[in-house]
């Protein structure tokens, strides 16, 4: 620790010994520095917030806001594009010097690095401009840097707004074109396909249609075969009523028997209608039968059965139906056999079928895809044409700067009068050690490694002191100046800066 407090003893009396070279130094320093900063111009910064309402009623409902963020995101990336800057440029006061090609192609540059567009949300962007000319005053910077602001903020609207309806027409002539030449192609396959189904219309849709007309008829060979095992089994059953059922029926004295036959053919009746044995109907006609034929059991003679009538014309009836059905399924299996026979003897017509159907597909696909797109832009077209489905509202105004954004002048220059100060004292110390003098007795000892017996104080004559005693007052008259041009520099720059407020 001590050694640090001799190095810092030393440094100030190597200083103050070289008081003269710390000052000279200082002025030489600070005056460079000076006069560099004061070659700096000054850039005025200018910045506008614009938020964009994207929300609309009509364009959502009719569903042809597309892509209105994405279209807003592309303005907003090129707008500080070189096309954009040179209309910036050409449209305020950055524009009036340049006169070649090679010149705006510099400006345009050049501003290209002091504007910025920012996106701070999804719909609020803030536009940023720096200016700052040496050839222009600060009031002139302020202003022009507003004006970019202004224009960038005017060139941003158009392009939303006025730029779209312009796209819109654009859009619209190109889809009518392509409407006529597919048109033209769809009207070719509709007669290409009119020949073809003509000439084969058992091909009519292709190898697809005959693989659905083969599969419909399978299903329907199923539903008839159901059908015929139904009818089968109902005639089965209506055969074995048949055998069980006597043809006459015996006619008793005293007229039991025709009461006895009329039973029967009730009977007969409800069996027929596919009543079962267990219902109460049957079951309360067959104990009336019971009881009639007991009591004409001894009767001669007979008459016809007409339960037996009755169920022999069922019968009659379920053969032709099962011979219809068969005569159906026979039918049905005739068909899938000739598609089948298409199918496999005629390949090469049925591949070109499936081609011409398929091609003629996709055409009419894209025909409708072009026209319901043609019609949603003209529909966009004439929305955007009485009313723009973006809003812009201007949050906060270009503003008038009222400080330099850059440089921090009177930082600077109170920088540069530090490095000044300190550049003299680092010279004054270089110099002390270049001539290898001693500052305290300690550092004498130290570098010569012997004891220092004592020091020996200096002693000045009446004239040498008086001597000294003006250089102190003209070193302190110099140091004063240096000071006094600091504060002038700052007092200079704030009233500078008042001036453009």
């Known amino acids: 620790m001590n050694e640090v407090f001799e190095e810092l003893r030393a440094l100030a009396w ?8 710390v000052l000279a130094v200082a002025w030489g320093v600070c005056v460079v520095g000076w ?33 209105g963020k994405d279209e807003i995101e592309r303005v907003r990336k090129t707008l500080a594009g070189a096309v954009n800057l040179e209309k910036v440029i050409r449209g305020t006061d950055l524009g009036k010097e340049i006169t070649s090609q090679r010149q705006m192609d510099r400006a345009v540059q050049s501003l290209s690095e002091d504007v910025k567009v920012v996106s701070q949300e999804d719909n609020l962007f803030t536009i940023t401009a720096t200016v700052g000319k040496g050839s222009l005053s600060d009031a002139e910077n302020a202003k ?18 006025a730029g779209n309806r312009g796209e819109v027409a654009d859009t619209i002539v190109f889809l009518d074109q392509q409407l006529d030449d597919r048109k033209a192609e769809l009207d070719a396959a509709e007669q290409k396909m009119s020949r073809f189904e003509a000439e084969h219309p058992e091909l009519i849709g292709g190898s697809s249609a005959i693989s659905g007309r083969i599969a419909a008829t399978q299903t329907e060979l199923r539903g008839v075969d159901a059908d015929l095992a139904a009818a089968q089994s109902s005639l089965a059953a209506i055969s074995g009523q048949l055998a069980s059922t006597p043809r ?29 044995d267990s219902h109460p109907d049957v079951i309360a006609i067959k104990k009336q039968i019971s009881l009639l034929a007991r009591a004409g059991g001894g009767a001669a003679g007979g008459m016809p059965n007409p339960a037996y009538s009755s169920l022999l014309a069922t019968k009659a009836e379920r053969e032709a139906a099962v011979q219809a ?37 996709v055409l009419k696909k894209k025909y409708d895809d072009l026209l319901q797109n043609r019609e949603e832009m003209r529909l966009r ?28 002048r ?15 004292i680092g010279a004054a110390f270089a110099l002390g050690q270049l001539r290898s003098t001693f500052a305290t007795a300690h550092g004498l000892e130290r570098a010569l490694d012997l004891p220092v017996v004592g020091t020996i104080s200096e ?3 009446d004239s040498a002191r008086k001597l000294r005693a003006k250089r102190m007052k003209l070193f302190y008259a110099g140091s004063a100046s240096l000071a006094g041009l600091f504060v002038v520099l700052l007092a200079t720059e704030f009233l500078q800066r008042g001036m453009v407020a």
């Open 325 to 361: 059905l068969l005569s159906r399924k026979a039918a049905l299996q005739s068909e899938m056999s000739r598609a089948m026979a298409d199918q496999s003897t005629e390949p090469a017509v049925s591949a070109e079928a499936t081609r011409i159907s398929r091609d003629y597909d």
């Open 144 to 161: 022009l840097s507003r004006d970019v602001v202004q224009k960038l903020l005017d060139i941003f609207r158009e392009e939303n707004i």
């Open 248 to 276: 006459t029926l015996a006619i008793g004295g005293d007229g039991g028997g025709s009461a006895l036959a009329q039973a029967q053919g009730q009977l007969a009746a409800m069996q027929a209608r596919g009543l079962t």
């Open 35 to 67: 006069l560099a900063i004061a070659m700096i111009p000054n850039k005025y910064e200018s910045s506008a917030r614009i938020y964009v309402q994207l929300d609309d009623v009509l364009t959502d409902q009719l569903k042809i806001a597309n892509g």
């Open 410 to 424: 009177p930082l600077l220059l109170f920088a540069v009068l530090i490095i000044g100060i300190g550049a003299g």
């Open 459 to 461: 002693s000045l004559s």
């Open 14 to 21: 190597s200083a103050w010994h070289r008081r003269w070279l």
């Open 381 to 408: 077209g004439q929305v955007e044409s009485e009313r723009s489905s973006f809003k812009f509202d201007v949050v906060d105004p270009p503003t008038m700067p009222r400080k330099p954004a850059s440089p921090n």
